[in-house]
């Protein structure tokens, strides 16, 4: 039942590889295929699972019938919570546990075929330089980049190519702070630099540690607290639209 037993990845190379196809197909089946995989789960069916397969595919399913299975088997009955709460929560559910699913499957291959300390530490970095597919579906880690971005120096080359004003994407420091952790100073050339990106709201310069916020859309950037938007808020919002492009977008 199981695309991983038609062949045996045997070095930490060949399970990675294992690991990504399995991984984009479960990715794919909780965002483009969302609609087809929501349907699949349907409550009123028995104990169903989701599996990756490496060729990147996915497939919903019951569990395999023999015990103990050939591999280690994801979570079950994925269809019996789907009613009971809002499905962006339901797939974050069902991704941190294919997540889990996919450690254990690399990792069992990889006590399989005898890796050792070395091989199994790899193995695990190369894992972590991917997100997650709980990152991956619940937006983490665009909003990761962007909060990094808002905080971190570009690079003076990146900031004259930026379009639309974007070479500006990093926080502004007032030159009034005279105090500064070590990793939080600005370089002073940069920070003249970046320092005519205002704020689409309210046209002023940004402040020093204020929140800011990037519209998808248009790419502008506002204060947080001109378009009453939270760090805690901005957590939850997969693609942020100001204002005024909600505006244009509700329009007929």
Not at 53 to 65: D, G, I, M
Not at 75 to 80: E, M, Q, S, T, V
Not at 211 to 235: L, M, Q, S, Y
Request: net charge negative.
């Amino acid at each position: 039942m199981d695309g991983g037993g038609q062949y045996n990845p045997r070095t930490v190379e060949e399970v990675f590889r294992d690991f990504k196809g399995r991984r984009a197909g479960m990715i794919k089946a909780l965002t483009t295929d969302v609609e087809e995989f929501y349907q699949q789960c349907d409550p009123e069916k028995e104990n169903l699972c989701l599996y990756g397969f490496p060729n990147e595919q996915w497939e919903v399913n019951l569990p395999a019938e023999e015990v103990p299975p050939e591999l280690p088997e994801p979570a079950l009955g994925i269809n019996f919570a789907r009613d009971g709460m809002q499905e962006k929560d339901w797939l974050s559910l069902v991704a941190v546990h294919s997540d889990a699913w996919l450690l254990a499957v690399a990792f069992y291959f990889g006590a399989r075929f005898g890796f050792d300390k070395t091989d199994r530490k790899r193995l695990f970095t190369m894992v972590n330089d991917l997100p997650t597919i709980f990152e991956v579906v619940t937006g983490t880690t665009k909003k990761q980049s962007k909060e990094k971005s808002s905080v971190s120096n570009l690079s003076s080359n990146k900031s004259k190519s930026g379009s639309k004003g974007r070479g500006s994407e990093l926080v502004k420091y007032s030159k009034g702070m005279q105090e500064k952790d070590e990793d939080e100073v600005v370089d002073e050339e940069e920070e003249e630099e970046h320092g005519e990106t205002l704020c689409g709201a309210c046209g002023e310069n940004y402040a020093a540690d204020e929140f800011w916020i990037c519209c998808d859309i248009c790419e502008k950037w506002f204060h947080g607290k001109c378009v009453k938007i939270t760090p805690a808020r901005a957590e939850h919002i997969k693609q942020y639209k100001c204002p005024s492009c909600s505006n244009k977008r509700a329009r007929p």
